[in-house]
């Protein structure tokens, strides 16, 4: 199968087309640079041309000639993921879904959007309209898109009460379309929107989503100090345990995280400040501040809505989940991370345990999630990175223990998550991407289904390096 | 201390004051005869007089003048408790807060209002300003006030999500007027909450409150049927414990309840039927139904906004928490009931060995709770009572078997609660209540710090019967 790029491109001249190097290098990239070992891997990655769909019928018509002239297609939002999502390995088309940011609906508990609307702009339609917001968002929230935070993303700030992405009830509809001779529009609910939501685009394009709202409060966030890392573990644990104090982030950072890479906290703390991140309600700050007094050994340094800091830390929740290691990266690039799940009840043993054997090559960081009802840690460690050998003992490590680990150094779907086939995402994309098009790479069980996890995957059709 | 009614009454002339004898006893009764045992206790017992002050000045007046005049003051909503908290135990006057409606400021996330308002209005009002409504009710929302809720109840319709009304958030502050020479005006957050939040108003009066509030939906009321009685309770737990799919209620009825109790249920179940009570969000239906399928022993046999039954069954809640016991007296003036608590982690075992102890004398009906971050089990049994005596062997059969009971049969703060003085109640009393004319008899350590609670407390000054 020999792909013909340029009678692709000039099928679709008619679209938003990049044909400029250096724009198509750009919008090549995601942030699969947070890891030194996808670095290497994919730092020349780039595809041939962009296309920026207005609506659905453009991607229709880019997915239908890319299938006519066997060109591959990689579907982007903003390109914030960190596994690599929405790198091209075999070049071809990216498609851009930026200019489709309509917001069509809002209703109460649920907005009706396109994919390429920023979680930014969707939260403020939300909020001017009936003081609703999503109930989860990437730490990205700036600048990633929804489409994209559904495709490559598993959770964030709002997940300490709300759970993962996955779970039942976070998406309600997805419009999806296939990539065959003649494209199909398929809308999934239920069961169905397990074949798309995180499949990094791999088995059809999501043209129009549905998702829950929550309430939208002005909440405040804080910062906590404790001398000690398990009282830090323990006081997010306990407050997300408050049923009636309602929070949207609680996240711990290790010493000396705080006091080495966030900056404009770095004042406020020392090398030995164990910190946590909060969100909390307004209407939940009474019963917020009684759960404080209850824990002298835990100190309030901050509130955004009364401080005399003098620089604006900005907002709380982008120290947290992967703008944690956003922060150490800039001040030290030696720095990487792990995503492990450390769950209910073992998890705070489990977390003990790593420190002792690993601290201070590994600095814990912990998000508050909620697995099946409890209360649980999501960890996005902070790694010191020294070899690849030594990563992947690190991460034999965690799995020994019993830590689950969402390898980030990795960019299948199958070892960024589970580490085995997802049949319904399979299935689907035997349906929807016959010629295997979309998002080629990523998907190992497509590709050689008795692959035995033994080493990292390597793409055989991997782009060659220039 | 001897008191004087008449000059009691006489002062308080020019309030809205009752003086007719059957007004009286109608104002002196609360639902305490939901106990056989309350029953044969109280029955007789009836207020001097009633006042219904209009505002707080009148509230200050009424308990000034009693005060003085060394008259027993004990203060009630709509009398819906079935605790016998607003039996007026010694006579004197029974203040009645009904005028005190008013809802005073609505903002995103908390209300503030009068004791007095309807708990229907309350909800009625946030619905109308701002689309909220308040976080949990009692099943009795059509007719109680909040301020009996606060000051009698523990939690109800939303404790699924919220957790206990005692918990910390779910009460912001009370502003409380003490009965002292000169009454004071205090106002209560945080730990001070606990002096008189579920304290019967026999250490203050509550004449502000503030709620928190939680957006109100057009909540999806069903019922579910399943043939196995555990499969009823873990489907149940299971749903309470789906992260994304945002529940009101979910209550569990053992057979036959539904079809010997529940009369427009009736010809859509039959003897060995269990139901299942549920409020879902309307935005998660979708993750509802998809639940739902996956558990093919629950059949869906009722909902509001989708049913072809012949009568309708009216709101769903009305079915749950107290109002089970109360269409079970209506067929059956027979039944009564426990208040349980069945905690996590051995709630199903522990309710699986009752019921093995005790079915069909006890019928379990479940209420999902939260309870320090996990999903448990309420529970408010329907006993066939045959004696006073049996009654209480089935309290210690549970007490012995791990089940925390709140006994529905006594009317002090400590034997309807964990049998112990609430020092932080106790210790304000002092101060509020010097003389103890407050809700007299009702909290054994004022009168007995000594009590050994080696049987059922009867208050000395209890009014004779005529």
Redesign the interface.
């Known amino acids: 199968m020999k792909n013909n790029i340029a009678a692709a491109k000039a099928s679709l001249s008619h679209l938003d087309l990049e044909e400029k190097d250096t724009a198509i290098k750009a919008a090549s990239r995601d942030f699969f640079w947070y890891s030194p070992v996808l670095k290497s891997r994919l730092d020349h990655v780039t595809a041939d041309f962009v296309v920026r769909p207005r609506n659905e019928a453009e991607v229709i018509e880019t997915l239908q000639n890319c299938y006519k002239h066997d060109v591959p297609v990689t579907t982007r939002g903003a390109g914030t993921g960190n596994y690599g999502q929405a790198m091209p390995l075999e070049g071809g088309c990216v498609m851009h879904l930026r200019h489709m940011a309509q917001i069509k609906e809002i209703?109460?508990?649920?907005v009706i959007c396109e994919p390429g609307v920023l979680l930014k702009d969707l939260d403020a339609a939300c909020r001017d309209h009936?003081?609703?917001e999503i109930?989860m968002f990437s730490s990205t929230w700036a600048t990633a898109t929804i489409g994209g935070f559904i495709a490559g993303g598993s959770g964030g700030v709002g997940s300490c009460?709300?759970?993962?992405l996955r779970?039942?009830?976070?998406i309600?509809?997805l419009r999806v379309v296939t990539m065959e001779e003649n494209p199909q529009i398929l809308e999934f609910?239920?069961?169905e929107l397990a074949r798309v939501s995180h499949a990094y685009g791999t088995n059809g394009i999501i043209t129009e989503i549905e998702m829950?709202?929550?309430?939208a409060?002005?909440w405040v966030e804080m910062f906590v100090a404790t001398d000690d890392f398990m009282d830090a573990a323990g006081f997010a644990e306990e407050l997300?345990?408050?049923?009636?104090?309602?929070i949207k982030l609680a996240s711990v950072y290790e010493a000396p995280t705080a006091h080495r890479y966030f900056q404009r906290v770095q004042p406020y703390v020392d090398e030995n400040t164990n910190l946590i991140g909060l969100m909390v309600?307004?209407?939940?700050m009474?019963?917020?501040?009684?759960?404080l007094?209850r824990r002298p050994y835990a100190k309030l340094i901050y509130r955004n809505d009364d401080h005399n800091w003098a620089r604006n830390p900005g907002p709380v929740f982008e120290y947290g989940w992967n703008h944690t290691t956003l922060r150490a990266l800039k001040v030290d690039p030696k720095i990487t991370y792990l995503q492990a799940r450390y769950r209910y009840p073992d998890h705070l043993e489990l977390i003990a345990q790593l420190r002792d054997r690993l601290y201070p090559e590994v600095l814990q960081h912990l998000e508050v999630m909620?697995?099946?009802?409890?209360?649980m840690f999501a960890g996005l460690s902070l790694v010191q990175f020294t070899s690849e050998q030594r990563l992947d003992e690190i991460v034999k490590l965690h799995e020994d223990a019993g830590a689950m680990i969402f390898n980030p150094h990795r960019y299948t779907l199958e070892e960024g998550g589970r580490q085995t086939v997802d049949d319904r995402q399979l299935q689907f994309k035997r349906k929807a991407d016959p010629k295997g098009l979309l998002n080629p790479g990523k998907m190992i069980a497509w590709d050689d289904p008795n692959w035995a996890y033994d080493r990292m995957y390597a793409h055989p059709k991997l782009q060659d390096a220039q």
């Open positions: 209703h109460p508990g649920r009936s003081a609703q109930r009460t709300w759970g993962a779970d039942l009830g976070n309600i509809r609910r239920g069961e829950p709202l929550a309430p409060y002005e997300a345990n408050e049923d009636g104090i309602l309600a307004p209407h939940s009474d019963g917020f501040h009684t759960f007094e909620r697995e099946n009802g409890k209360v």
